[in-house]
């Protein structure tokens, strides 16, 4: 079991996006919720990110000369992992820029942004 | 230019729908989307053709190879799906524009066509893609776009249902990255042929040779693969967010996602269960077949009995598809060619069935301005077109032999039986039973009772409106009688499923 | 930096994020909520510096401290800045999150450990990246020959992702003008909302 | 914050400065961290800054609406584009290794390097497009209330 400490990263991240994933489900205010998936989006960035990463290495920067002679003696870290990270990024601040949108136009019909209140009114009409 | 068809489907309308946005005039863009979807589904037509000649088509993007690149890779499963979300896709996108005049402002129009093309573009995207990532990404395309189409309702209420859509949505969406990034730990790649494939093989992690599939980590790839993918098909418990993104989503929009959307995501999880971690890891090893058999189950009955108690129509027949999705998943779950033929046949039958009903509800709703059971009084007299075809839709919800319901439940009373499991045998019949009650209760106050006094002036839909929708539910009259195309193609989908990677 | 080094900058950065995210969960003002996600966006960036992926790093920097904070901020200026302090829901929310925190920790004990060169990720497909000698159709081994490798993947081996990527961000930006743009059509709660639910 | 004459001073030459940075970030993607998402969500702060400090109406005159949609549609059409050039001069769908041509000899590049400087170049665009459509609809909600 030595190796272990080699897990203890992921745990805590674990951990992040489990805290992320709390406030989504638990917490009734909108902009709260929103906050919740951008931890846990995060997070889960951040289990992405540390797959990549190689004892060592550098970031995936060639230097130029490294074309012409071919040879590839630096370690390098995953390239793919942050590829994929970047893309996800992008995605995640478009469903919240679409999240927020939600909620300005929720509170201009409802007058309110808690997740209760807005039930209570749907039942009423 | 025909090896170009597997791409040319995708990016067509993914490149119209910024076209849209920059032709901006309302009668013109409705013209382009509409040449675009129907281009789109002849294009499938194509491909499907093409598959059942000469098997699996792929196409690299880019012209990397895979699993460098990123390829799409299309068979008679994939095919087949593409074809109906495509051929629906046309179908509604002809019938939305009288619908769409009476419910979303005309400045919206061009934005509307435009996300309805993305939405198409994202589901096609998921259904051919042979990428992990990618499929990832385009289920994100058509995830946003529809949070925007449904939020697009008449009623405040669509705002939060589109909101609470968003939050399931990106709930089930993370997970899905949770699973695909532990599965590509594991791999090292994300090309689901290549995955599958070093999924049997053999990892050396710290020191130790592991199988890969039985290590813990795909076993939690695969559970946070399949809880993410069910969010996103609505089974049953996590489909809490339907039934109020189809009861306010404007008509046409209710009518295409009904039909396709949960579909698609059913592609996904046969996609991973069977492809990527094989029938044998699926069924064997897990036995994922239990839950799902139990899941599904508890779903349709409880989701038709719910529908029973529903005023409003649309939200009865969103509680209906739930109880669907149900019968899909419990086709998957007997384990055996013939219930998974079942569910195939009935991801198709289904969408035609629920697409012509939701269209015939956007008939209603622009007439009477209203889709609750009291309004349909006398309907059956006013708007005759529209209730007979409401009342085939109904017959095939139920299951009435000459229906396209009627073969699907065949195929499932058949695999029960076939795995001697008559108590699941009774149970569908059962909720059959279910659904006729439902069904009746709106026939009965359309047919039997008189009209409202204030809706004496109520007309009959315009026709424009009314082929579309005949042309849908009598698509799923037609393939009640005639199957080759559907159980034909699903049947034989459901057998290159079980060989495992064709 | 020597191995123990990064080892206790990783352990300090971690706490950090740790801390920011419980305090958010507790916090009420959402003011400052909004400002502690930033900072949480603003550490995890920090992290990905250590772990090499600079690109990702600024991405997420500009992403989730700047334009995040930037429309949540905007978003609380429109509406509240409150929050009411909900309990109901709070102890199955937390044995769901507990469960599946749970199953993902039972699945971190096949892992490659953290930094091991030989994990999978780092012998299959991504080698070639690095080399520049990924195949293609056309048989040959073409040559992309862009020195930073995640552009060359982002822009070409992956670039149909990245068309993607900005399809998406195309679909929310229409969708946004879609809700906000104009004047709203009456939205009455009176008429369409007959429907209970 | 419109009549604090210092932050105006400053803004008027910080400005053009970030705008300067985003070209940069889009155009040396290549060679160090950075590319076309970067340099749009730069871009567009640049902009934001511009708005916040000198008011949304004016910020609408240098940059009109109309044209920012146009924009957002834009930037996916040149990457999408790229692809489908590549497609018509043979290749399958966004195969850059065939983008050779003979203009600009010397100044533009050819094959994969120019389909990597187009298709960032659309990312760039349709990012700061979004980004400043996104900050017209949330400012422009404010001033409507």
Known sequence: MSSLPGLFNYWIVIMLMMTGFYIVISRGNLIKKVIGLNIFQISVFLLYISMGKVAGGTAPIKPAKSFESGSALQTFTNPLPSVLILTAIVVGVATTAMALALIVRIHEAYGTIEEDEILDMDQET | MEQHVPVLVIITPLIAAPLCVLIRHRRLVFAFSLLVCWATFVMTALLLARVLETGVIRYELGGWLPPWGIEYRVDALSAFVMLFVAGIGAVVATYAPHSITREIPSKRHYLFFTQYLLCLAGLLGITITGDLFNLFVFLEISSLSSYALISLGKSRRSLTAAFQYLVMGTIGATFVLIGIGLMYMMTGTLNMADMAERLTGTVAINGQLLVVNETRTALVAFAFLSVGISIKMALFPLHLWLPNAYTFAPSVVTAFLAATATKVSVYILLRFVFTVFGSDLSFTKLPLDLPLMVLSLFGILIASATAIFQSNIKRMLAFSSVAQIGYIVLGISFVSVTGLTGGIVHLFNHALIKGGLFLAMGCLALRLGSVELEALRGMGQRMPLTMFAWLLGGLGLIGVPLTAGFVSKWYFISAALENGWWPVAVLVLVSSLLALVYVWRVVEVAYFQPPLERQSEIREAPIAMLIPTYALIGASILFGIWTPLSAGVASHAAEILFEGMP | ?197 | MKHHTILRIVSKLLIPYILLFAFYVQFHGDYGPGGGFQAGVIFASGFILYGLVFGLKQTRRVAPPAVIEALIACGVLIFAGTGVAAMLLGGNFLDYGLLEHHLLEGYLPHGQHLGILLVELGVGITVAAVMIAIFYSFAGRELKR
Do not use: C
Request: hydrophobic share 50%; net charge neutral.
């Open chain 3, 1 to 197: 930096m020597t191995e123990i080094e990064t080892q206790v900058i990783d352990i300090l950065v971690l706490s950090l994020l740790a801390i920011t995210a419980v305090t958010i969960v507790r916090m009420r003002e959402l003011w400052s909520a909004v400002m502690l996600t930033g900072l949480f966006s603003f550490l995890g960036a920090s992290w990905m510096v250590i772990l090499d992926a600079p690109d990702v790093a600024i991405t997420e920097a500009a992403v989730g401290a700047g334009i995040s904070t930037f429309l949540m901020l905007a978003t609380l200026a429109l509406t509240n800045r409150e929050a009411k302090l909900v309990t109901k829901r709070s102890r199955i929310s937390l044995v769901v999150v507990v469960v599946t925190g749970v199953i993902l920790v039972f699945g971190t004990f096949d892992m490659p450990r953290y930094g091991d060169p030989n994990a999978p990720i780092h012998l299959h497909v991504a080698p070639q990246y690095l080399a520049d000698e990924v195949p293609s159709t056309t048989g040959h081994h073409a040559e992309v020959h862009v020195p930073n490798v995640v552009t060359a993947v982002l822009a070409s081996y992956r670039g149909y992702d990245t068309l993607g990527e900005t399809v998406v961000i195309f679909t929310a930006g229409i969708g946004v003008l879609m809700l906000l743009r104009d004047r709203n059509p009456k939205k009455s709660p009176s008429k369409a909302d007959k429907a209970r639910s």
